[in-house]
T-cell receptor, first 111, second 111 residues
Framework: EAGVTQSPTHLIKTRGQQATLRCSPISGHTSVYWYQQALGLGLQFLLWYDEGEERNRGNFPPRFSGRQFPNYSSELNVNALELEDSALYLC??????????FGQGTRLTVV | RKEVEQDPGPFNVPEGATVAFNCTYSNSASQSFFWYRQDCRKEPKLLMSVYSSGNEDGRFTAQLNRASQYISLLIRDSKLSDSATYLCAVSQGWNNNDMRFGAGTRLTVKP
């Protein structure tokens, strides 16, 4: 069974640009979570989607947004990129409850 | 106060040692608790769930103390392959599945 897949694995953008990160959950999982992990720091909760709706949002500015599609895949958009947005962005999925499984992440570098 | 706090580490132990990590959480409504393992530059992987009655998986034992709002992870007979960062994760309450993570405790097991 395929795990959580994220694309791209690496992304380099310049300050002010927009970045789009994608996540495909494990088959049958309806919840998708997004986390940011800056170098040397813990995972910071960004967004939680379930059944196509945003269920909760972390303490991030509105330029971080996303959506979940009918097939439960998800997209994270970061507008007006800043240097401090450079981080590993992790997507996780779960079916019924909080036990979540992570993808390998997208490493975003803003230059 | 952070939502989830962990021993900062690092823990450097010899092979065969027993090591314990603690994690405290601030949200008394939290319902689900987990330990994840994260290898360098990799995604977190679920190690074990933590139940009120405590649970054991081979050399790993997890405990939950709701009254004091902490969870613990005990690793017996440490192996070199146990070297990693251990993250505790805590859900936000009933029907609120997104988790908050501690910053992680780094463990290095030496020959």
């Amino acid at each position: 069974e395929a795990g959580v897949t994220q694309s791209p694995t690496h992304l380099i953008k310049t300050r002010g640009q927009q970045a789009t990160l994608r996540c495909s959950p494990i088959s049958g999982h309806t919840s998708v979570y997004w986390y940011q992990q800056a170098l040397g720091l813990g995972l910071q909760f960004l967004l939680w989607y379930d059944e196509g709706e945003e269920r909760n949002r972390g303490n991030f500015p509105p330029r971080f947004s996303g959506r979940q599609f009918p097939n439960y895949s998800s997209e994270l958009n970061v507008n007006a990129l800043e240097l401090e947005d450079s981080a590993l962005y992790l997507c996780a999925s779960s079916w019924d409850g909080p036990e979540a499984f992570f993808g390998q992440g997208t490493r975003l570098t803003v230059v | 106060r952070k939502e989830v706090e962990q021993d900062p580490g690092p823990f450097n132990v010899p092979e065969g040692a027993t090591v314990a990590f603690n994690c405290t959480y601030s949200n008394s409504a939290s319902q689900s608790f987990f330990w994840y393992r994260q290898d360098c530059r990799k995604e977190p992987k679920l190690l074990m769930s933590v139940y009120s009655s405590g649970n054991e998986d081979g050399r790993f034992t997890a405990q939950l103390n709701r009254a004091s709002q902490y969870i613990s992870l005990l690793i017996r007979d440490s192996k070199l392959s146990d070297s990693a960062t251990y993250l505790c994760a805590v859900s936000q309450g009933w029907n609120n599945n997104d988790m908050r993570f501690g910053a992680g405790t780094r463990l290095t097991v030496k020959p």
